[in-house]
């Protein structure tokens, strides 16, 4: 049985850093990879950062340069490094597994999402 936790979220003023982390057990898909969602009210869910097994990265522009996506095997745990945030980052970060591209139906596991709130 796949279980996705995360942890890290909270509350920051604008500017300042979170990190949080994804640990992931029962998946052994390392083809297709391991992403961050976000979801703020009234918006749909959309990707931020997602890794593969060889390490490759992929971010969209409204993040690149702030978020850092890494992973640690031994841990078996999906970190997301957030740098410089911003009031518009606030929203529900989700772990996701097993999809590729950002496409939200090609992810077959999810974890139960961690809170992250900047204010201005």
């Known amino acids: 049985q796949v279980q996705l936790v995360e942890s890290g979220g909270g509350s920051v003023q604008a500017g300042g850093s979170l990190r949080l982390s994804c640990t992931i057990s029962?998946?052994?898909?390392?083809?297709?990879?391991i992403a961050w969602f976000r979801q703020a009210p009234g918006k749909e869910r959309e990707g931020v950062a997602e890794?593969?097994?060889?390490?490759?990265?992929y971010y969209p522009n409204s993040v690149k340069g702030r978020f850092t996506i890494s992973q640690d095997n031994a841990q078996n745990t999906v970190y997301l490094q957030m740098n410089t945030l911003r009031p518009e980052d606030t929203a529900m970060y989700y772990c996701?597994?097993?999809?590729?591209?950002?496409?939200?139906?090609?992810?077959?596991?999810w974890g139960q999402g961690t809170q992250v709130t900047v204010s201005s």
């Open positions: 996701a597994a097993g999809g590729y591209s950002f496409l939200r139906e090609s992810y077959n596991y």
């Open positions: 029962g998946y052994t898909n390392r083809r297709n990879s």
């Open positions: 890794i593969y097994g060889g390490g490759i990265t």
